[in-house]
T-cell receptor, first 108, second 112 residues
Framework: RKEVEQDPGPFNVPEGATVAFNCTYS??????FFWYRQDCRKEPKLLMS???SGNEDGRFTAQLNRASQYISLLIRDSKLSDSATYLC?????????FGAGTRLTVKP | ETGVTQTPRHLVMGMTNKKSLKCEQH?????MYWYKQSAKKPLELMFV???????ENNSVPSRFSPECPNSSHLFLHLHTLQPEDSALYLC???????????FGDGTRLSIL
């Protein structure tokens, strides 16, 4: 079983739509979680950290569910520029594990 | 400007060549990393340096040899690579091991 699993997608949504991704992690001792975005042929960039109480940054909301061992990312009012691959990351004891990513395409 | 700079951006080499990838970070971070990213696969962690000491080597073949001369610079020396080593090689740094990582633009490597 993979340490961090994501639905690879692609998710194809119209502009203005709300879209949500989930990511499951296998290590219950994981302490910190992050979402990165990676544009085609570019490096991953930190999108947001995920806190136990959930956090929001503009149109983006991240949630953590420790009981079910998943984190989620919600994007409201999707923009064309949101098209990218979204990587989920779980950290435990000096070990940062990346998921393979979920691809999102926002269409006009 | 990402704060983490990698050179070269692209590299094409034959299997018998020797080349080096360079990474430099201007963020004052204490940890640096090399990752390999192949198409449709998760990032594969190759090496981790913390305060210039190698703290992790994830069963990487010896044809990849890292070097960290100081906390700002990281190299990946390549020798006798195989076609399956063609991938995007990403360098990253973080303030500490448990902090988010900042990535360089990557070196896209093609082995002929």
């Amino acid at each position: 079983r993979k340490e961090v699993e994501q639905d690879p997608g692609p998710f194809n949504v119209p502009e203005g739509a709300t879209v949500a991704f989930n990511c499951t992690y296998s290590n219950s001792a994981s302490q910190s979680f992050f979402w990165y975005r990676q544009d085609c042929r570019k490096e991953p960039k930190l999108l947001m950290s995920v806190y136990s109480s959930g956090n929001e940054d503009g149109r983006f909301t991240a949630q953590l569910n420790r009981a079910s061992q998943y984190i989620s990312l919600l994007i409201r009012d999707s923009k064309l520029s949101d098209s990218a691959t979204y990587l989920c990351v779980a950290y435990n004891n000096n070990d940062m594990r990346f998921g393979a990513g979920t691809r999102l395409t926002v269409k006009p | 400007e990402t704060g983490v700079t990698q050179t070269p951006r692209h590299l094409v080499m034959g299997m018998t060549n020797k080349k080096s990838l360079k990474c430099e970070q201007h963020l004052g971070h204490n940890a640096m990393y090399w990752y390999k990213q192949s198409a449709k696969k998760p990032l594969e962690l190759m090496f981790v340096y913390s305060l210039e000491e190698r703290v992790e080597n994830n069963s990487v073949p010896s044809r990849f040899s890292p070097e960290c001369p100081n906390s700002s610079h990281l190299f990946l020396h390549l020798h006798t690579l195989q076609p399956e080593d063609s991938a995007l090689y990403l360098c990253a740094s973080s303030l500490h091991r448990d902090q988010p990582q900042h990535f360089g633009d990557g070196t896209r490597l093609s082995i002929l």
